[in-house]
């Protein structure tokens, strides 16, 4: 589960990072729906920050896979 829950939470966050920068959702666009939207700077703001934390844990992805070196928590 946790395979495929972190590469959606990534799209995701970097779907309200677009929305925040751009006032674009690209899961709307490639959905059909609207994929322009209007929203107050505030929330622009939070939608950035959420964006930039699905980037932060982009490397997450590879290291999920690998075992810990020695001295490492598991």
């Known amino acids: 589960m946790y395979r495929i829950a972190l590469p959606l939470v990534i799209v995701g ?3 309200w990072l677009l929305v925040g920068l ?18 107050s700077i ?4 939070i939608y950035g ?7 932060a844990l982009i490397p997450t992805l ?6 810990p070196a020695e001295g490492e928590k598991a």
Request: no cysteine; hydrophobic share 50%.
């Open 49 to 55: 920050l959420v964006g930039l934390s699905g980037i």
């Open 22 to 39: 751009f006032s674009w959702d690209l899961v709307a666009a490639l959905l059909g729906g609207d994929a322009t939207r209007e929203s």
């Open 62 to 67: 590879f290291r999920a896979n690998r075992e």
């Open 42 to 45: 505030l929330s622009r703001i």
């Open 13 to 15: 966050a970097l779907n």
